[in-house]
């Protein structure tokens, strides 16, 4: 197989993460700082959360991804971070750039594995034996539902 069908393949996957960052840009464009910690409901995550999460979650992943990488059949739980409240120190602006420098280093790492390594699997918790394809879709997923997540937060705050 050459270096180049095996980019193609891969390579789609890798786009998706890459516009994540890029989504986040454009979803709050618009958004300041304080708008940035309205909450549509009590209880609810406001927009901030939701980048805080993202941010700590992709650390999760990308250790996810080397065990997959390094070991035999590493046991991967579902990933949950830590409960509990997030930072919301930062501005907007700065936890978008957090979030962004994880991802550019996920998706570095990534674009550096070989089809070999693709191929490599785990034991997940919930789907039993998977490949480390299928834990970077799960990754994908993940995105597209707290993206959606913001979508919702922002009409939200423009019906309020």
Same mark, same amino acid.
């Given at each position: 197989?050459?270096?180049h069908?095996?980019?193609?393949?891969y390579q789609m996957l890798i786009e998706a993460l890459d516009g994540t960052p890029r989504d986040l840009e454009r979803l709050t464009r618009r958004v300041d700082d304080a708008a940035a910690l309205m909450r549509p409901a009590p209880g609810a995550w406001c927009i901030k959360d939701v980048i805080?999460? =993202?941010a700590e979650v992709e650390e999760l992943f990308r250790a996810c991804f080397a065990r997959i990488v390094e070991q035999?059949?590493?046991y991967e739980p579902c990933i949950h971070p830590e409960s509990g409240e997030h930072d919301l120190g930062r501005d907007l602006r700065e936890l978008i750039a957090l979030f962004a420098a994880r991802r550019a280093s996920t998706t570095a790492y990534l674009r550096a594995l070989n089809h070999r390594q693709? =191929?490599?699997t785990c034991v997940h918790e919930v789907h039993g034996r998977i490949k480390l394809r299928k834990q970077v879709?799960?990754?994908?997923?993940h995105d597209n539902e707290?993206?959606?997540?913001?979508?919702t937060i922002r009409e939200c705050m423009e019906g309020a």
């Open positions: 197989m050459s270096r069908t095996l980019n193609a393949k805080a999460h =993202l035999d059949d590493p693709w =191929l490599r879709e799960f990754l994908i997923g707290h993206l959606a997540q913001i979508v």
